[in-house]
């Protein structure tokens, strides 16, 4: 878990520390250019740090069963347009820092093994009928 944690730090520090770089990544900075196939197929390649993480979190049974891929590409979107918010200007520093803790603290708690449902208490399933 502190893996994962210090991943999300460490992607939003690269963001707000190279700004201009990180939209050259992600966003259309070269009117008319769209990379190809193999550049996209290569570029999914720098997400696996993140999927290992996510498959040692579920391993470990601190998240739920389930495909660490697509648990990673939730948590990277999620950190990606909190980035990009930031970067727009949309929040300060102060406030991208805890906006970006709100959220990746509710991914987790989302996906942990915690978030599942378990079997109602018989009082409670009297009280649903």
């Given amino acids: 878990m502190k893996h994962l944690a210090a991943l999300g730090r460490a992607y939003r520090a690269y963001a707000l520390a190279e700004p201009n770089y990180y939209r050259i990544?992600?966003?259309?900075a070269?009117?008319?250019?769209?990379?190809?196939?193999e550049a996209y197929?290569?570029?999914?390649?720098t997400l696996a740090i993140l999927v290992g993480v996510v498959e040692e979190c579920v391993k470990a049974g601190v998240f739920t069963e389930?495909?660490?891929?697509a648990i990673a590409d939730t948590f990277w979107m999620a950190a990606h347009g909190a980035v990009s918010l930031e970067l727009a200007g949309i929040f300060g520093p102060e406030e991208g820092e805890r906006r970006f803790h709100m959220l990746t603290t509710a991914l987790v708690r989302a996906y942990g093994t915690?978030?599942?449902p378990g079997p109602a208490e018989p009082d409670q399933e009297r009280n649903r009928q």
């Fill in 41 to 45: 197929a290569e570029s999914r390649e």
């Fill in 66 to 69: 389930g495909e660490p891929a």
């Fill in 30 to 37: 070269v009117p008319g250019f769209r990379p190809g196939p």
């Fill in 114 to 116: 915690q978030s599942r």
């Fill in 25 to 28: 990544m992600f966003e259309a």
